[in-house]
């Protein structure tokens, strides 16, 4: 860092690139992640792990499993760095736990002069509120510590629902079960729905076949050869997503979290995803389901909804409410643009806030409305980077100069 600002060159930490928006970019220095992981310190008594900033998820979450320890929640994958997914606000499904950065109990940060600082809730308690969620703006973070907890199983239930009973029960379906989601088949009354709730146990992991079956060869496998057939053939997609749909089938299965929480993601495709306030999903949602009825969009993934209760982070997307998330996704090479600036149009005239990692098209003067804290996060941004070491492209849309 300090040599990066001798030489006038601006900095950018990468995590894996996991991210579809360009907020890693740079013209200057990339500091790359591989060589900055692993865990080093759990302090059982206190329930936290210290882990270094480019420590991948899934090492970390099998490292603690070892321990008998787990993350609370989590989101659907774990590729991703620490620092990378906690930057951009990654997140699963909760009821009453939140995002990753949410479960931050405290950070190590390099800043623009090349200083170490620690921040958690006592130590430059006004650095680590921000921090938690920086978007790589504030400093480079070179350690995070997680709060863990013992570990504990989950059972999932998954099974298909028609969409009218999914959005008219969805307050309630929240309310009972610590982790719903549900996916809506576009062209389709499908819904297949996810609820996972702590269990006394025993576990009962899939057996390795059925989970092959379902997530690599139907899930990843069969999804895969069906987005292909849907990109070279777009009007192939509203059959054949009727038919899959009626193939749904439920399942149970109880097992440790991260195996309950994550899955393989093999077929690529882009993704934009906005939290909208809890109450007002389900319309947003049906205004979606409207939009592909009426247009000539052809969409062969689902649309994934889940919910966060409100936190305290000044840059997170469920920062003062609680809230549902919407994300829509395409195959990858197949035209998104038309689709996803209609859904965009829906979820901003609901007040939606967008992932940072995922496609969007807001810019700051957007985002200072929908963020109540934003003048905190930039007032901050500007004390700790006025030289704008961190800045890129990316920032400069979404934070302003
Ligand atoms: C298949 C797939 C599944 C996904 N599933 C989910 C999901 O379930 N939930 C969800 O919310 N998101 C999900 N995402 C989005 C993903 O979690 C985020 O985009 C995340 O930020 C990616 O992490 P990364 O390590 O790849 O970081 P990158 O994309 O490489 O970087 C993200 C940001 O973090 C910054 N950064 C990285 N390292 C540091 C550091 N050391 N210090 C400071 N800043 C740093 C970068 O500069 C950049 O701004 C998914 C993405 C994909 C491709």
Known sequence: MRRAAEDGLRVKAVGTGHSFTAAAATDGVLIRPELLGGVREIDRAAGTVRVAAGTPLHHLNEALAAEGLSLTNMGDIMEQTVSGAVSTGTHGTGRDSASLAAQIVALELVLADGSVLRCSATEH??????????????????????????????????????????????????AENEHFEFYWFPHTEGCSTKRNNRSAGPARPLPAVRGWIDDELLSNGLFQAV????????????????????????????????????????????????????????????????????????????????????????????????????????YR?????????????????HGGRPHWGKVHSRDAGYLREVYPRFAEFTALRDRLDPHRVFGNDYLRRVLGE
Not at 229 to 236: F, I, N, Q, T, V
């Open 227 to 330: 987005c292909s057939l849907g990109r070279a053939l777009p009007g192939s997609v509203p059959p054949v997503a009727k038919i899959s749909s009626r193939a749904l089938s439920a399942r149970t299965y109880t097992d440790i979290p991260y195996r309950v929480f994550t899955s393989p993601r093999r077929v690529r495709f882009i993704e934009m995803e906005y939290a909208v306030p809890r109450e007002a999903a389900m319309d947003a949602l049906r205004e979606l389901k409207a939009l592909v009825e009426r247009s000539d969009f052809r969409v062969s993934f689902p649309v994934e909804v889940r919910t966060a209760p409100a936190d305290d982070i000044p840059l997170s997307t469920a920062s003062g409410r609680d809230t549902a998330y919407i994300a829509v996704h395409m």
């Open 125 to 174: 308690p006004e650095v680590f509120t921000a921090a938690r969620l920086g978007l790589g703006a504030l400093g480079v973070i070179s350690e995070v510590t997680f709060a863990v907890e013992p570990s504990f199983l989950l059972t999932a239930r998954e099974e298909p629902m028609p969409f009218a009973r999914v959005t008219e029960e969805f307050d309630q379906l929240v």
């Open 333 to 349: 090479g197949t035209p998104h643009e038309p689709y996803f600036t209609a859904a965009e149009s829906i979820m901003t005239a």
